[in-house]
Every structure is written in structure tokens, then in C-alpha cells.
């Protein structure tokens, strides 16, 4: 979410006032079914993977994968783009290319990376959104997966064609697979900003939701107490 200054006083009433249109938004609560899982989803032996993801504000993505088992750390930050431009202020423009995006390590021997996009697809935010996720507007905010490995490149693109094909969704799946190229760790402000601001309108609206869909919808991958990244 872009906060400047001026915006900062307002954005309590505002949220609220617009409850009703950013609810109509968050795919979280919209689906609330399992979605298949991804029929390609090869074996990792590594004692650890990392995934980059993208898909709307960093504060809610940060906070559902959070709550994952298997997943030993969130980093809310910026991928696509050139490190110099990856900076708030400078992303919140949405043309410096880089999308706000969570790089997620995790043990695949205790959830794969295809569990991962399961979780991404289903209820962590709507994939067939383009440049946008609820409220949030740009192409900042787009569905992106960086792929980390050509492994994980062919997990993602082959789950996205299995659940096109299967019509999991009432519109395509509007979400891009490109090689990681960089990923750079937003400011210390935005980190664990979920768990740090409960009661703001904006995490109550978009995304608390989301982490009580995960419960719900995937209790066997679901962790009562985050992995904080303050506590690492």
C-alpha cells in the first residue's frame, strides 16, 4: 500500500468508508475452496529453497506465508527492477519495474515449493487480477513469480496452464513467471508490518482475511505463531 504523507490522516475513514468495495477484492475470502494441487511438483533434496513471490501489498503476502509450515523466513521487498530504483518512495510510482514481492525460505522436505503456490493461487491474493491486488493499483502490485530455479519455472508455468485448463477461475490466470534476477529486502518500516498493526483498517480489511482463509483452507500447512523475520 502507497502511504504518503498527506494520505496518512485520512487513511483510517477512508478505509473504512470503502470497506465494502475492497472486500469485493480479496480473493482470500472470495474462494475458500481447495484448488487442486499442481501435478508437477518434483522433489527438492536441498536442506532449504526460496521462492519469490509477488501478489499485491507486501504487508499481506508477508503475513500469510508467515503462518506456513516449513517456512523458516518472510522478507518483504522489491524484485524486477535495478537495485539503485528499489526503494519505496521510488517503486510506490510503479515504473521503476519491480513489484512489492516476499522472499520466502522454506524446507522443502516439510512443503514444496508447489504446496507454496497452492497457498499463492488460492488464497494469499487473485491471480487473475492484472496490476492491481484490491485497493492497491499499479503495476507494483501485479501477479509475478520469480523463479529462482528453471525448476521452479517449470513448476509455475505448468500449474498455471493445469488450473487454466481445469477453470479454477471465472477469468485466466493473469499471473507472470520470469527468472529471478534480483531481489532486494524492503525498509525495516514495512517488515512484519502485519503482526506490528493488527487494528489498522487497512490489514483488517485486506488481509487479515487472508491469514484466517489459510486456516481454514489449509489447516495442515497452517502455524498458529508466525516465523517473525524481527526474531531471526
Not at 465494502?20 to 472470495?30: C, K, M, N, R, T
Not at 536442506?47 to 501489498?57: M, R
Not at 524446507?107 to 493461487?121: A, E, H, M, S
Request: hydrophobic share 40%.
Amino acid at each position: 500500500m502507497r502511504l504518503k504523507p498527506f494520505y496518512l490522516a485520512i487513511a483510517a475513514a477512508v478505509a473504512v468508508s470503502a470497506a465494502p468495495l475492497w472486500s469485493a477484492h480479496v480473493a482470500a475470502e472470495d474462494l475458500n475452496k481447495e484448488i487442486p494441487a499442481a501435478v508437477a511438483d518434483p522433489a527438492n533434496p536441498a536442506e532449504t529453497e526460496v521462492a519469490v513471490l509477488a501478489g499485491g501489498c507486501f504487508w499481506g503476502q508477508q503475513g500469510v506465508f508467515e503462518h506456513v509450515k516449513g517456512v523458516t523466513k518472510v522478507v518483504a521487498g522489491y524484485s524486477g527492477g535495478p537495485r539503485d530504483k528499489a526503494h519505496y518512495d521510488l517503486v510506490s510510482d510503479g515504473d521503476t519495474g519491480h513489484a512489492e514481492s516476499i522472499q520466502v525460505t522454506f524446507d522443502p522436505k516439510q512443503v514444496t515449493f508447489g504446496q507454496l503456490l497452492r497457498i499463492y493461487f488460492s488464497v494469499a491474493h487473485d491471480p487473475t487480477e492484472v496490476n492491481r491486488q484490491g485497493p492497491d493499483e499499479g503495476s507494483q502490485y501485479r501477479s509475478e513469480i520469480f523463479a529462482a530455479s528453471p525448476e521452479q519455472a517449470a513448476t509455475a508455468k505448468a500449474y498455471i496452464a493445469q488450473l487454466d485448463a481445469a477453470h479454477i477461475f471465472t477469468a485466466p490466470i493473469a499471473t507472470k513467471v520470469e527468472p529471478l534476477s534480483g531481489f532486494y529486502a524492503a525498509e525495516d518500516f514495512h517488515q512484519d508490518y502485519l503482526v506490528r498493526n493488527p487494528h489498522s483498517a487497512y490489514i483488517q480489511i485486506n488481509d487479515l482475511p487472508k491469514i484466517a482463509a489459510l486456516k481454514r483452507v489449509w489447516p495442515d500447512h497452517y502455524r498458529e505463531k508466525p516465523v517473525l523475520l524481527a526474531e531471526k
